[in-house]
């Protein structure tokens, strides 16, 4: 996994000063890198039965469809508000300064169903604790939250105590 931290720029001070960006189009347009990345997502589900595989936007929509499609599951897009055309249930999450929402359609998951909720990052697990929250709301089972990087130091998994975690490259 080291050889796959190569394969990710940091860019320091963006989007603002003091943050260090990483930068995962450095990773995907490797080849053998991204292969890794995915197979490494896909891992710790193949044997077990998921129905559905939740992708947050945006950058979780890279690796949600491919995880989704390899383990036989459906996918189901999780978007910012008015992105989706029919009716939606709304998560709303507090960001440093001030609140965002993300919408999942009304039908995409049903009773019962086992979801595995995918991203590129966890940071702070204000927008993956949202995405948990409403998958549960709707009566689903969230089997796991599996991300390409967890920046461990901002302590996001802490908002998420009663999920299963799989973050692949931990910084």
Request: charged share 25%; proline share 5%; no cysteine.
């Amino acid at each position: 996994m080291q050889d796959l931290k190569a394969t990710i720029r940091e860019i320091p001070d963006w989007p603002k000063k003091g943050i260090l960006f990483y930068d995962l189009t450095t990773l995907l347009k490797n080849a053998s890198a991204f292969r890794e990345a995915v197979d490494a997502l896909i891992a710790p589900f193949r044997e077990r039965e998921i129905d559905l595989v939740a992708g947050i936007e945006a950058r979780g929509f890279i690796f949600a469809p491919i995880v989704a499609y390899a383990l036989r599951a459906g996918f189901v897009p999780v978007r910012k508000p008015g992105k989706l055309p029919a009716s939606t249930h709304r998560a709303t999450y507090q960001l440093e300064y001030g609140t965002d929402s993300l919408e999942i359609h009304q039908d995409a998951i049903r009773p019962g169903q086992r979801v595995v909720i995918v991203d590129d990052l966890i940071a702070t697990g204000g927008t993956a604790r949202a995405v948990a929250d409403i998958v549960r709301q709707m009566g689903a089972n969230v089997v796991a939250l599996a991300f390409l990087v967890e920046l461990e130091f901002l302590k996001g998994r802490d908002k998420l105590p009663d999920y299963e975690i799989v973050s692949i490259l931990k910084y």
